[in-house]
């Protein structure tokens, strides 16, 4: 039986699916937090459980006859770490024979602001004896198709990432590089850095926006503080206005640029190119 956490998020369902070309559907369990946004999962035949990592209760049950379990991580900074490590304990008691964990890249050793909570359930992962395999997922190019809407309105995307590089990939090639590890064999005590295959600039993303939307786009870089303020003006919450600048500062110097390659050689394919993701997304609206 393979559990997915998250199954009604963005990348949870996409894992979820491609579960279903891989495998037959009984073998698979939808684990969420609101069993009722999963009613369509179920009608498919894909047994949905009730898992709130809040309420370490509804783990146990979750994972009941699980032999590998994706745990997406949490949405919440600050309280991640202990909800991720009630998912292990839980994994832990259930036997489970491999857990898959999406965390972020180099983990470890990289500055990001994100990173804390992953690091400290990487090493919580290690430690609880687990056979574990950490997909340390980069920047999605979905992050990208807000700031591709503004651009193509008002001819500007702003940010304080300098001439650095993002190796960012579509959010449908890390589910299909989690599905890959959670069927075949091989992935055992694995780290893979799952990037795309290209990596690009801003200015870069400013010109591939200015060619779909038929207008010129300039990127305007900003100083960090700066930054965050526009996006506190936006709507953002000033948190995560000051994180979300610091991450393009990351950029600037390099932490997100890395393609070594683990993602495509994962799931079979080159990975998507950002122009088709977001030629898609402009073409929706």
């Keep these: 039986m393979i559990v997915v956490t998250g199954a009604t998020g963005h990348l949870g369902r996409l894992v979820v699916e491609e579960l279903a070309g891989r495998v037959p559907v009984s073998r698979i369990v939808a684990a969420v937090r609101s069993p009722q946004k999963a009613a369509d999962l179920a009608e498919r035949g894909i047994q949905v459980r009730e898992a709130d990592y809040d309420r370490p209760d509804t783990l146990g049950p979750a ?131 799952l990037t795309g295959d290209v990596a690009w600039s801003m200015p870069e993303l400013a010109a591939v926006v200015s060619e779909l939307s038929g207008r010129p786009v300039e990127y305007r870089d900003l100083p960090v503080a700066e930054y965050a303020k526009a996006l506190e003006a936006n709507g953002l919450p000033e948190p995560v206005a000051a994180l979300l600048a610091q991450v393009d500062a990351d950029i600037a110097d390099g932490w997100l640029g890395d393609t070594p390659g683990d993602l495509s050689r994962l799931i079979g394919r080159p990975t998507t190119p950002l122009r088709d993701t977001l030629a898609e997304a402009l073409r929706n609206g």
């Design 63 to 193: 994972f009941e006859g699980a032999t590998r379990v994706l745990l997406v991580s949490g949405s919440e900074p600050g309280r991640r770490v202990d909800q991720h490590r009630a998912v292990v304990d839980a994994a832990r008691t259930a036997g489970v024979e491999l857990l898959a964990y999406t965390s972020i890249p180099r983990a470890d050793t990289t500055p990001l602001g994100l990173a804390p909570d992953h690091k400290a359930t990487e090493e919580y992962i290690r430690a609880s004896g687990l056979p574990f395999a950490f997909l340390r997922n980069g920047w999605y190019h979905e992050n990208y198709i807000a700031a591709a809407g503004q651009g193509a309105q008002s001819g500007v995307i702003a940010g304080s990432a300098r001439d650095g590089r993002v190796a960012s990939a579509a959010r449908a090639d890390f589910a299909a590089a989690a599905a890959a590890v959670l069927t075949d064999e091989g992935h055992r005590n694995a780290v893979y850095e």
